[in-house]
């Protein structure tokens, strides 16, 4: 079993950054793919970034490749997602998430969650 805990979101202006950081209690992360996903209101969960076990495979959604920047920490039990030049359309819940085996870019193969933390671009 793992344990997700994100931390990280606020109020931002368009052009600004958030860092998210994704904190894991219990087994160790590194058994596991890390992904961020995100939900706007009235749309379907959607795909951010994903980052294999030990790290060295890192896939983005294009709506945010460029801007966003993945990274664990495997000691440490953490995952953070650095977004920079935020736009209003990156507004949503963001998701922190853990999988056995290879990552994905479905939510449905994900087998742990976070609580999920507000992100909200101001225009």
């Known amino acids: 079993q793992v344990q997700l805990v994100e931390s990280g979101g606020g109020l931002v202006q368009a052009g600004g950054s958030l860092r998210l950081s994704c904190a894991a209690s219990?087994?160790?992360?590194?058994?596991?793919?890390m992904g961020w996903f995100r939900q706007a209101p009235g749309k379907e969960r959607s795909f951010v970034a994903r980052?294999?076990?030990?790290?060295?495979?890192?896939r983005y959604a294009d709506v945010v490749k460029g801007r966003f920047t993945i990274s664990r920490d495997n000691a440490k039990k953490t995952v953070t997602l650095q977004m920079n030049s935020l736009k209003p359309e990156d507004t949503a819940v963001y998701y922190c998430?853990?999988?056995?085996?290879?990552?994905?870019?479905?939510?449905?193969?994900?087998?742990?969650w976070g609580q999920g933390t507000q992100v909200t671009v101001s225009s």
């Open positions: 998430a853990a999988k056995g085996g290879s990552g994905s870019d479905s939510y449905a193969s994900y087998d742990y």
């Open positions: 219990g087994r160790t992360i590194s058994s596991y793919a």
């Open positions: 980052i294999s076990l030990g790290g060295a495979l890192i």
